[in-house]
């Protein structure tokens, strides 16, 4: 209710230059997934962000699906929804500039992602 980032933690990748992070809802009404929250070029030496936290200041954050940049949390209309979050070991830090979609955040990771990492978590908006 906080709409507070959640704890996000990864074992480095040997490497990595920077990581990138993607959080969406697939289950969400429409053609393509929310986007939650889109954050790249956190520096390699950084393998986790806590719970609230801003990332790093050289990270930077895309347009989530509200149209603004940063973390919107989880607050499903219906249901339970599931939870995708990613986390991309980069070869090297992205030219994209803050702000961007997930689709221009897509382009800018082909052929540069080394390793990558998923877990899904469900979530159902408390009953009121």
Do not use: C
Request: aromatic share 8%.
């Amino acid at each position: 209710g906080a709409n507070r980032s959640l704890p996000v933690s990864w074992s480095a990748a040997p490497a990595a230059k920077a990581y990138a992070i993607v959080l969406e809802d697939p289950d969400a009404p429409g053609a393509a997934p929310f986007v939650h929250w889109l954050v790249w070029n956190i520096p390699a030496n950084v393998t986790r962000l806590a719970e609230g936290a801003p990332p790093p200041a050289s990270a930077m954050q895309g347009s989530n699906g509200t149209g603004a940049a940063g973390y919107h949390g989880p607050h499903p209309p219906s249901g339970t929804h599931h939870y995708h979050l990613e986390v991309f070991a980069l070869d090297r830090p992205l030219g994209l500039a803050a702000g961007a979609n997930r689709d221009a955040l897509a382009a800018a990771l082909r052929g540069h992602v080394i390793a990558a990492g998923e877990t899904i978590g469900l979530y159902s908006a408390p009953a009121h």
